[in-house]
């Protein structure tokens, strides 16, 4: 896509700089469904939005893969690259020189020639040394001379763009004059820090003298000694990572190379004294890592101190891609550090977690516990509920089913509407309505009213007078409405969930926590009326809150104790002796424990006669209630089957085998039918 250009001189075109201003805001509902299959398989609050965050959305990429990038980016700097990139070019450089100064020397026949003929066959084997003994050396051919001081420029522009990024280009035909303003800038740079480490009071102003002379060098821009320091010693340390990681051959030919430096010794010497102050000013750099570089792409010392800045920065950032030291936050990613790394889609997909992330803890959909942990909020819930709800609901659609019956009484709750009263009616007039008929009738048809079948007079309220004129408005039976009422039962609701580590083991847990969730967001908006009870039962069965089944988390415990749950159960329904019984039981063992008068819970398998005598007595006592018990049998297993139809011919309820995708549907279209029953 190219940019448009308008006759008003404004362009349309795709946006570059950052993430785009129009783009839809971060998805909270579908994070916070992640977030929340994370929490009711197990997973903590603070853990499943770490996951989220690791794992990334459809079109965000997440931090395992931002880290993978970093890590891969890494790896081919080291494998594509090695370090001895000048050691390389100064040897290639030196060898032209003395191929061209012997085919200049070749053809003249005097003593000289013969004798400097001698001095290039005498120079040592090393480079470094060879280019030492050369510094005096009277070059006749014009190529060698160049060559020569092409190796002493080439030694100064690397050893300052190793220390200064971006000296090397900027250095690329320095003269004399240049290299005396770099002299002189080194100079006074190491004064300055002198002077820092000394703590005299002037150094902010010897700073801005500094920065109005020298500022040239430094297109940081530092405000202050401090940050000068900060962006001087981590390239310096740099550059002594990256001597690390050479053989101390490469180092001595190098330390002894930078003697030559622009041909002016005093170069190397400055940089020595500057690197000994910043390493006393910043210890905490890393001075003493190294790396290994094993490709075939030589790297001059500038681009090898800049491979080891970079791999150094890759570090950071993946340390805070992590997000392992305590209180990491997303905020916390250096943006323009990733950018430069990984490329402006990466500091896109960042910003986009770090928007996600503030976004979720900005709109409350997270609390903190009394014991200070992480946990989700009741706004959270309400958003998982409304999403499991709708699920269920879109599994039910197509089947078959009775719609609610309207019933008039006393009972019913007005729904809104009204209707034309009927013989019988007992329901309240819509006053408003009713009088709105008549006037309209009156206004509009001119007719008298009648008298109703069965010789009643009409209804005639004392005469006023408004904008129909001196006609009074008289109001007849047909005229009246009635407020619409519903009958609505009112059901007390037990679900028990068992909670044994097999529903762990076999993948039962969160469509289990789910079909919770589902059944108490049908009921909390739907049925409002209706008193549901979530009761869990393992070894022990218990009541427990919403918040509290979502964050269980699987343990291993021996026992299934169907027993205590359908006590707490009948319980649950003896307080609310108004209300239609309805039980539904999620299992997929069969009794292994009972509850002794103790309190005492009591395991053995196979069960015990008296855990199966206990547990059906209870279910006896709830179908006295008038209370059936559906059972949602997870499972094949030949005893549990034979038990649970036990359950259901002694209770008159029913036996349901749904899969784990229909156990949601299973449980919340048994509720509505039973409570429509």
Request: glycine share 8%; charged share 30%.
């Amino acid at each position: 896509m190219t940019a448009v250009p308008l006759p008003d001189g404004y362009s349309y075109g795709p946006w570059h700089d950052g993430p785009d201003p129009l783009a839809p805001p971060a998805d909270l509902r579908d994070a916070l469904d992640e977030i929340g299959r994370e929490v009711m398989a197990g997973a903590s609050p603070r853990s499943a939005l770490e996951e989220l965050l690791r794992r990334g959305t459809e079109r965000t990429s997440g931090l395992d893969e931002l880290t993978r990038r970093l890590w891969q980016r890494r790896s081919r700097i080291q494998r594509r690259n090695n370090l001895d990139g000048t050691l390389r070019e100064v040897q290639r450089l030196l060898s032209e020189a003395l191929d061209a100064e012997r085919r200049e020397l070749f053809p003249d026949p005097d003593d000289e020639a013969r004798f400097r003929e001698a001095q290039l066959d005498a120079l040592p084997p090393g480079t470094a040394a060879a280019v030492n003994e050369l510094a005096e050396y009277d070059w006749r051919s014009e190529q060698g001379r160049e060559n020569y001081q092409k190796i002493r420029d080439l030694l100064g522009q690397e050893l300052m763009e190793s220390r200064f990024q971006g000296m090397k280009q900027a250095l690329q035909n320095a003269g004399p004059e240049d290299v005396e303003r770099i002299n002189e800038m080194l100079g006074d740079l190491n004064d300055l820090l002198a002077a820092h480490a000394q703590g005299v009071e002037d150094i902010q102003e010897r700073f801005d003298d500094f920065m109005a002379k020298h500022g040239e060098f430094f297109p940081e821009n530092p405000r202050n000694v401090e940050e000068l320091i900060d962006a001087l010693a981590a390239r310096s340390a740099a550059a002594q990572r990256m001597l690390n990681s050479m053989s101390a051959e490469q180092r001595a030919e190098l330390a002894e190379l930078t003697q030559q430096a622009f041909g002016d010794p005093r170069l190397a010497q400055q940089l020595a004294n500057l690197d000994a102050q910043l390493r006393a000013a910043r210890p905490g750099e890393d001075w003493t890592s190294s790396e290994r570089f094993r490709g075939k792409n030589p790297l001059g010392m500038g681009e090898g101190a800049q491979a080891m800045a970079d791999l150094a920065e890759l570090d950071a950032l993946a340390e805070q891609l992590g997000q392992s030291y305590p209180g990491a936050r997303l905020e916390d990613i250096d943006l323009e550090a990733l950018e430069r790394q990984l490329g402006k889609d990466a500091g896109v997909d960042a910003r986009r977690l770090s928007e996600l992330e503030r976004e979720l803890r900005r709109q409350g959909l997270f609390e903190r516990a009394a014991d200070g942990s992480l946990r989700l909020s009741p706004k959270a819930l309400r958003r998982l509920g409304e999403t499991a709800l709708s699920d269920i609901v879109n599994a039910l659609r197509g089947k078959a089913g009775d719609r609610e019956t309207e019933s008039a009484g006393a009972a019913g709750e007005p729904t809104g509407a009204s209707r034309p009263w009927r013989f019988g009616d007992m329901q309240p007039w819509d006053v408003p309505r009713t009088i709105r008929n008549a006037v309209l009738r009156t206004m509009f048809s001119g007719a008298e009213p009648r008298t109703p079948a069965g010789g009643q007079a009409p209804l005639d309220p004392p005469k006023r007078r408004g904008s129909v004129g001196e006609r009074s408005v008289r109001l007849d039976v047909e005229d009246v409405e009635v407020v619409e009422t519903e009958h609505r039962s009112r059901a007390a609701v037990a679900l028990l969930v068992d909670t044994s580590w097999s529903m762990v083991q076999e993948g039962r847990w969160l469509p289990m926590k789910r079909t919770a969730l589902a059944l108490h967001q049908l009921i909390s908006t739907r049925f409002r009326n209706d008193a549901l009870q979530l009761i869990t039962f393992g070894r022990y069965a218990m009541p427990v809150a919403l918040p509290e089944l979502i964050g269980l988390e699987g343990a291993w415990e021996q026992g299934t104790n169907a027993h205590h749950g359908l006590l707490l159960a009948g319980q649950h329904l003896r307080r609310h002796p108004d209300a239609q019984p309805v039980v539904l039981m999620v299992t997929d063992g069969e009794p292994t424990a009972h509850l002794e008068p103790d309190g005492e819970a009591v395991f053995d398998y196979p069960p015990q006669p008296q855990t199966l005598h206990k547990t059906l007595s209870e279910v006896d006592r709830l179908a006295k209630l008038g209370a059936s018990v559906t059972v949602f049998r997870l499972g094949d297993d030949p005893r549990l089957t034979a038990f649970v139809d036990l359950i259901a011919r002694r209770s008159g309820g029913r036996v349901v085998a749904p899969d784990l995708d229909g156990l949601g549907a299973a449980v919340v279209g048994d509720y509505l039918r039973t409570r429509r029953r």
